[in-house]
């Protein structure tokens, strides 16, 4: 049986949590939006993605062979803006590919209408998607706010980045392991606690 955290536990990791999304927030701000939109990217802006979406480590400068393949990945990745209320991601979809919250927020509904959440720049949508083999498609819709501006990968970029710069691979996919854990953990600790 798990230990329970006290609540001091639970403040930190609010403040931590908090603290990230600060940090995320000035690194977006200081983004070369212009580049998204463009079919190069400088590498100032690539180690401003990859940290914030966790690519990259914080305080990390990748070997020159992986920023290359970064570069390239975030050069072929496309940039999109949506106006308020415009439909990002229907339900259904069966498109493979991630979305990175770059500036505004969407809302995620369930198939009955009902708002799962609000999320904004600095987090990444679709993973579940993207990963599926048998893609049954998306279980919810995603509706823009704010003007949003996205930066959407593709699987097959992935794959043809993975197959030329496997390390990038490895960074992608671990990135994508931890993003699905940080969203899994909660519904965990729900059920440990339902069980004590």
């Not at 999320?119 to 706010?145: D, M, P, Q, W, Y």
């Amino acid at each position: 049986v798990g230990e329970r955290t006290g609540s001091g536990d639970s403040v930190k990791r609010a403040e931590s949590h908090a603290s990230a999304l600060r940090s995320q927030s000035h690194l977006l701000h200081g983004l070369a939006m212009e580049e998204v939109f463009e079919e190069s990217m400088s590498l100032e802006n690539v180690l401003t993605i990859g940290r914030v979406f966790g690519y990259i480590g914080h305080a990390e400068i990748p070997a020159p062979d992986e920023m290359e393949g970064l570069r390239q990945l975030f050069s072929l990745a496309k940039g999109e803006r949506y106006v308020d209320q415009e439909t990002v991601i229907h339900t259904g979809s069966t498109h493979r590919r991630l979305l990175h919250v770059l500036r505004g927020y969407v809302t995620i509904r369930s198939s009955t209408g009902s708002v799962i959440a609000r999320v904004g720049h600095g987090k990444t949508l679709g993973e579940l998607t993207f990963l599926e083999v048998g893609n049954r498609g998306s279980a919810t819709r995603v509706l823009a706010e704010e003007n949003l501006v996205v930066l959407i990968v593709d699987y097959d970029t992935v794959e043809q980045i993975t197959y030329m710069h496997p390390a990038v691979g490895t960074r992608f996919y671990r990135s994508l392991a931890l993003l699905s854990a940080e969203r899994i953990i909660p519904y965990l600790n729900m059920d440990v606690e339902e069980h004590m």
